[in-house]
């Protein structure tokens, strides 16, 4: 191959990356690159930020008053190690001892780059010196994360990665099927006139402009990433909401940013560790179909058994029926699958299709027939099918933390026991327990956990989202609840919903309509609970000064015990963790506090509080 055409194939995959349609995985693109910038090093390509395409954004070009750049990226340990002892030989050169060398980690986020002004206006990278004005995508519906819409900064463009994967993942609009949430950005940003998709997305407020700051972060020295890189870079990743495609590392100190300065592509003190995706080829043995809690028939391909990336593969989801049909995916099929470190494999291409496709016309599970919904096929019998009735009772002793209800006793309650209400739980004894076939220790370590329940308080958020309605998970069940109280809901309406910030007029039709029909149900089990409602705790004044802090006690304090404080925390909006970590972003310290705690508030930037400014903060405004 020509050295033109290489170029022009890396440069119709960028492209089309770029466009939302990617038709290369991210390692194949980057070892092209490399091995491209092996055989011409100079070429203009390779020296620029890799562009966007014309035509994507209709939005007016502007020129950034700073250039964005790209990151270099690395795929081995031994170029991170190579590329910090690079920034520890700079420190050296300007009198900087290595012991004060400390470098970042954040995740690399899969999104589009984008450059917000702080005043309303949000911009593309584009080809790093110029790019294009899409602030109406904040109109449309795109949220900025954290408290930054009055600062200038960087981020990145991404969807919510669960509300991507429910609702979106292999769904076709328009012609074109969802395979990355890239898909979906590109075409939320670019659309002239929203569809359903967007606006559904939009109310959930799945679709954030996310700054680099407001990510997670790891801080040390050049021997803690050697020695914990792996850590890192699971950690990191696997707690990001939002799609990653790596980790970002940079050096900390301004000094050496600004000696090492940049390439006209990237910065120089700063690098993207990735990990290349392990990938096998292997035949397709059989589909096995899944009904989900909601209905939904999943198909599942059944292989034979290949190793990636450490971990024995035999199964892995086609997503939905639609991807069954189109890639014809059946017995004999030929796909390849691709996993990276502990990320759930995925298939990556078809490489040889099944000569003959067999898609079910009746439930696997009850034999009612399926029905159509957009891609899936949807099984819409309910409570009629053993499947959906077990995955719903699952999911709800989950949300309510009742413990021991896990797969095969909540199979043999729905099979052999008759359970198909949620309200029946609550009236289960070790010895009725005993009788749908449960073992004696078992059946009493289970009248245990619902006693517990029964008596220890339960947020209704919890109880409310525990029924699995759609567009109603933990925090739209929370915003709903600062209006009116649990038991009240025979009294609202589809508009009083819809009339709750956060809630658009699609999302409130269904909560509603999910709510009438089950009223009964929810009344039944919120008799047997200990409530705790939102809307005694100060919430529905829309006082919430906690609100997405991710909150960590440490010592003893004079106003409360620390489990007091640490429950008042929790229903003022923050989320409460036993340790210090990369995701936490508030301290309060009382009387002889862990010195383990403060520390690695130092070590991860953590905002600290004594208690009399952390009270003062709590306190609403007269």
């Not at 960028?14 to 038709?23: D, K, V």
């Not at 900064?153 to 395979?179: M, N, S």
């Not at 159509?372 to 009772?393: H, I, P, S, Y």
């Not at 409310?464 to 309406?493: C, E, Q, V, W, Y």
């Amino acid at each position: 191959m020509e050295i033109e055409d290489i170029f022009a194939e890396i440069e119709n995959a960028n492209s089309a990356y770029r466009s939302g349609q990617p038709i290369m995985d991210d390692a194949e693109y980057d070892q092209k690159v490399e091995q491209a910038r092996e055989i011409a090093p100079e070429h203009p390509f390779l020296n620029q930020v890799e562009p966007e395409p014309e035509g994507v954004f209709s939005g007016e070009k502007i020129r950034h008053k700073t250039p964005m750049l790209s990151t270099k990226k690395a795929y081995s340990v031994e170029e991170v190690q190579a590329f910090m002892a690079n920034v520890i030989a700079v420190a050296q050169e300007l009198g900087i001892p290595e012991s004060e060398v400390l470098f970042k980690a954040t995740p690399k986020l899969d999104g589009l780059s984008g450059r917000y002004d702080g005043a309303g206006h949000l911009y593309t990278r584009g080809n790093g010196t110029e790019g294009q004005d899409i602030s109406d995508a904040l109109a449309k519906g795109l949220v900025i994360e954290g408290e930054h819409t009055a600062m200038a900064c960087d981020g990145e463009i991404v969807v919510d990665e669960a509300y991507f994967r429910e609702h979106l993942e292999g769904q076709t609009f328009a012609g074109r099927e969802l395979k990355h949430p890239r898909n979906f950005m590109v075409g939320f940003i670019a659309c002239d006139e929203m569809g359903e998709h967007h606006r559904m997305a939009a109310e959930a407020k799945a679709m954030r402009f996310v700054p680099y700051s407001e990510t997670g972060k790891f801080l040390g020295d050049a021997g803690f990433f050697m020695e914990k890189l792996p850590e890192v870079f699971h950690d990191l990743r696997y707690h990001c909401r939002y799609r990653t495609d790596g980790i970002v590392i940079e050096v900390t100190d301004p000094r050496i940013k600004a000696h090492m300065g940049a390439t006209n592509s990237f910065h120089r003190w700063q690098i993207a560790y990735k990990q290349k995706g392990e990938t096998a080829e292997v035949v397709v043995q059989s589909i096995t179909w899944q009904v989900g809690r909601t209905g939904r028939v999943t198909p599942v391909l059944e292989l034979d058994p290949v190793n990636l990336s450490g971990a024995t593969i035999r199964r892995v989801t086609a997503h939905n029926a639609a991807t069954v049909k189109k890639d014809k995916l059946g017995e004999g099929a030929v796909i390849r699958l691709i996993r990276s470190g502990e990320v759930i494999p995925a298939i990556e291409a078809v490489i040889q299709p099944a000569e003959t496709i067999h898609l079910p016309e009746s439930c696997p599970c009850c034999g009612n027939p399926l029905q159509w919904d957009g891609e899936t096929l949807v099984c819409d019998a309910g409570l009629q099918c053993q499947d959906q009735v077990e995955g719903a009772m699952e999911h709800f002793c989950q949300t309510l933390e009742i413990d021991g209800f896990g797969p095969k006793v909540v199979e043999k309650l729905v099979s052999e026991g008759g359970i198909s209400r949620y309200s029946e739980i609550f009236t289960l004894s070790a010895h009725a327990l005993e009788q749908r076939g449960i073992s004696s220790g078992v059946a009493k370590n289970l009248e245990k956990a619902i006693e517990k329940r029964k008596r220890t308080p339960v947020d209704d958020w919890r109880a409310l989202a525990a029924f699995g309605f759609r567009h109603l998970g933990r925090g739209d069940a929370k915003r709903l609840l600062r209006h009116t109280r649990i038991g009240g809901m025979n009294f609202i309406s589809e508009a009083f919903i819809a009339g709750i910030e956060g809630f658009g007029g699609i999302t409130a039709k269904s909560i509603y309509e999910s709510i009438s029909l089950n009223l009964d149900e929810i009344n039944q089990v919120i008799s047997h609970l200990h409530i705790i409602h939102t809307m005694d705790q100060g919430q529905a004044s829309g006082f919430v000064p906690l609100e997405n802090e991710k909150m960590v006690f440490t010592g003893t304090f004079q106003s409360a015990d620390r489990k007091a404080l640490e429950k008042q925390a929790e229903q003022l909006g923050a989320k409460i963790q036993s340790a210090v970590n990369a995701s936490t972003t508030l301290l309060v310290i009382g009387d002889k506090p862990g010195a383990k705690k403060t520390k690695a508030a130092v070590e991860f930037g953590t905002q600290t509080l004594n208690e009399t400014a952390y009270l003062s903060r709590i306190q609403p405004d007269e």
